[in-house]
């Protein structure tokens, strides 16, 4: 007979471990099931300068520490990717690559993905990055380019400025994204350029990326540069995968729910990026979680 949890959580990552700590604190049984690593996409992350409390700490520290603090406190996690989610008025099945689970509440934390930019032999040059703290020791005393103009790709530019021999900032427009205390701590830093209102038309290499093709979409010169890395950076999709077939999700594929993080079916509740809202921070990751196992809690005792 599959495990039956009160509350099973899809997602690893500040606002699934979070919703695990305060769902452990009520004294209901939960599982978290996460698909690729603990932490989501702050644990890739050099450096986070905005959680308050915290001043500065590196989001694989800041991860391993949440992860701490729910095991800690009882939740049980496992590394399972979710094939699908059968729900019942008041049981959901939760089918994943290793086992089947019952749980009388699903919190969907299921985050985001990369987007990426299109181009032939992105998935297949070695080379082509989407995490800087996790590759950019391969690309050490290298010129390498990042592309994007958002936080993440101002962030990542910063970290590899201290591996590689030059970093390269291709952004499409003439104005950058990302916080203006990070533009800013670039443009003072030697081996940093920036390379504005300009797109990649093509990566080139055999197996190994070797330079990329650039358009400016001002002038439309056409202009070429070496670099063996290329982290992108533009963005992120939210998992629509599991969400889609359960809850009403909007036309970008994100679930909509209230702020408390109620979705259009009963006993399914939703946090941290995958929810449709304006602000997507650590910091609101993790207020949803609290959110979410607040009112699915609640959902717990009032079934029962
Ligand atoms: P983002 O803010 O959405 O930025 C994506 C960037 O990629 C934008 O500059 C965008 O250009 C560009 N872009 C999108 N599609 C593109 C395409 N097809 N071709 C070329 N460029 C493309 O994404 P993010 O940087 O991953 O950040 C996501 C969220 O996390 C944001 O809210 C961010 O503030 C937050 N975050 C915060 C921190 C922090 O420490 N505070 C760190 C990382 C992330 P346009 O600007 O022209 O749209």
């Known amino acids: 007979m599959a495990e039956h949890f009160d509350i099973l959580i899809v997602g690893g990552g ?8 305060y769902a452990r604190r009520a004294g209901k049984t939960v599982l978290l099931l996460e698909k690729e690593g603990f932490g989501g996409q702050i644990a890739s992350s050099p ?29 049980r996690m496992e590394l399972e990717e979710v094939q699908r989610i059968e729900s019942a008025p008041a049981v959901h099945t939760v089918v994943t690559d290793y086992g089947t689970y019952t749980a009388g509440v699903i919190i969907l934390a299921t985050g985001m993905k990369h987007r990426k930019l299109g181009l032939a032999g992105e998935d297949t040059l070695k080379g082509v990055s989407y ?29 590899l400025s201290g591996l590689c ?10 104005e950058l994204r990302g916080d203006p205390i990070l533009t800013q701590q670039l443009r003072e830093t030697a081996n940093v350029r920036f390379v504005l209102s300009t797109v990649i038309t093509e990566l080139f290499g055999d197996a190994s990326l070797t330079g990329l093709t650039l358009q400016n ?4 010169e056409v202009s070429s540069i070496s670099v063996s890395g290329l982290f992108e950076a533009v ?4 998992e629509r995968r599991l969400s889609e077939s359960l809850v009403s999700v909007d036309e970008g594929g994100f679930v909509r729910s209230g702020e408390d993080c109620v979705t259009s079916r ?5 946090a941290g990026d995958c929810r449709r809202k304006e602000v997507r921070q650590l910091t609101t990751a993790c207020a949803d979680g609290a959110v ?7 959902f717990c005792d009032k079934s029962h």
């Open 266 to 270: 009963p006993g399914v509740f939703v």
């Open 217 to 220: 979409l001002v002038t439309g």
């Open 165 to 174: 021999r030059s970093v390269t900032i291709i952004h499409r427009r003439d």
């Open 47 to 75: 450096r986070v300068e905005n959680y308050p409390g915290l001043p500065a700490i590196s989001g694989a520290e800041l991860a391993d520490q949440l992860y701490s603090q729910a095991e800690a406190l009882g939740a």
């Open 292 to 298: 979410a196992a607040t009112a699915a809690c609640r």
């Open 235 to 238: 963005g992120q999709m939210p």
């Open 14 to 21: 500040p606002a699934g471990l979070t919703a695990a700590i």
């Open 131 to 159: 995490c800087a703290v996790c590759d950019g020791a391969f690309y050490k005393n290298q010129d390498v380019a990042v592309c994007g103009g958002g936080n993440t790709a101002l962030q990542d530019a910063l970290f």
